[in-house]
Each structure stands twice: as C-alpha cells, then as structure tokens.
C-alpha cells in the first residue's frame, strides 16, 4: 500500500493508523507547499486533489479520511479499532463525522485556508475568528463524550486517531485552548509508540 500524505495534514491520523497496523506501506508526499496536489503527476492519481489517498495493492484508490481509516481497521480486525457492536459502529461514525465534517473542514480549513471562504483579503480574520469559534464548539462536545475515559468511546477506536489530529493541531500548530481531559488524551495519544513514529517520520518529533 502507498499512502499519499503531507506532514502534518489530515493525513497524519492514517499514517499513524498504519503505524498502528505494522504492516509495510509506502509514504508518498505530495509536496503542498509547491501546488504537486494540483499537479497532473497527483491528479492523474487522485482527482480530488487532496490527502490523504491510500493506493491499494491491486492498483485501486481510496480517498477521504473516514473510509481509508474505516478499510484499514475493517481490514485489520485483530486490532479492534471499529467496534463489533451496531450501536458502537453507529456512535463511532457519529463522532467521525462530526469531527471531520465539522471540527476539521468548517472549523480548521478557516483558519489554514481563510483564502478560500472570501474574495476579500480585509474579511480573512474574521473568517479565522469563526474557525476558532466552531473549534470551540466542537472542543466541548468532544470533551463531553470523552468525559473521563481513556479513549473517546472507551475502547480505542479509529476515533481517537481523528481526535489526536484536531489536538495536534490545536496544540503543536495554533496554540488553541483545549478542554483538560483533551489535553490528557493528546498526550496519552503522543505516549503511543505508533503515533510516536508517526510524529518522528512527518518532522514533528
């Protein structure tokens, strides 16, 4: 498998996922900073033009954050990432696409991208200031279902991999307040060896 990425993207929760895994893959990054997701060598591959991508062994691709991560755990059911139960897999896609959906591309993309919801260069830190508004928001729900657990639906979860990228975020990147038992679980997510490679191969660690 071939994991197109970019250090500290979205991606960074799959990858650490594959390190979970521990089985071979192969790291391809997509070079952000030059426009290569915009390139034709990427859009050939992936027309959406963005991470994280996961090329599969038989040639074909899966994109979007909630299905590589759902394909990797489902194809990895030793790990018990997903839960074996409907009402754990119905609460587990809830959590997921609240926070990808919501937290991340209405919360984050303000604030990395501002560009990208204004024509107006002026209206961009007002743009921001309601990304850090909805990441509020979020933050609190969140903490609300982690509570105090150890993991955000008690067993560890493909969840907490999307959880640790938005701590990531807030906490390495933009210095954003986070509630305490999210804080707890951000650093109990770094004490993990996978997520520690992680960190360490993408430039973090």
């Known amino acids: 498998m071939k994991l197109f990425y970019f250090p500290g993207a979205c991606s960074i929760g799959i990858h650490a996922l594959l390190e979970e895994i521990g089985k071979p893959y192969e790291l391809l990054k997509v070079d952000f900073l030059t426009g290569a997701q915009f390139k034709h060598e990427y859009t050939d591959i992936n027309p959406k033009a963005k991470v994280p991508a996961?090329?599969?062994?038989?040639g074909t691709l899966?994109?979007?954050w909630p299905a590589i991560a759902w394909y990797l755990a489902k194809s990895n059911p030793q790990l018990g990432m997903i839960p074996?139960?409907?009402e754990g897999e119905t609460r587990l896609l809830e959590v997921l696409d609240y926070m990808i959906a919501t937290v991340h591309m209405r919360g984050f993309t303000r604030i990395f991208r501002s560009g990208a919801f204004t024509p107006t260069k002026a209206d961009e830190p007002a743009v921001q200031q309601t990304g850090r508004d909805i990441i509020a928001d979020g933050f609190k729900l969140l903490s609300h279902t982690l509570g105090e657990k150890t993991y955000l639906l008690g067993e560890y979860s493909i969840g907490d991999l999307a959880?640790?990228?938005?701590e990531?975020?807030?906490g390495a990147r933009l210095n954003l307040p986070m509630p305490e038992n999210l804080k707890?679980?951000?650093e109990r997510m770094c004490a993990r060896p996978a997520v520690q490679r992680t960190l360490a191969a993408e430039g973090f660690a």
Request: hydrophobic share 60%.
């Open 54 to 58: 996961l090329l599969r062994d038989d």
């Open 163 to 166: 959880l640790f990228m938005l």
């Open 184 to 186: 707890a679980h951000y």
């Open 168 to 170: 990531f975020w807030a």
């Open 84 to 86: 074996a139960d409907l």
């Open 62 to 64: 899966v994109t979007e």
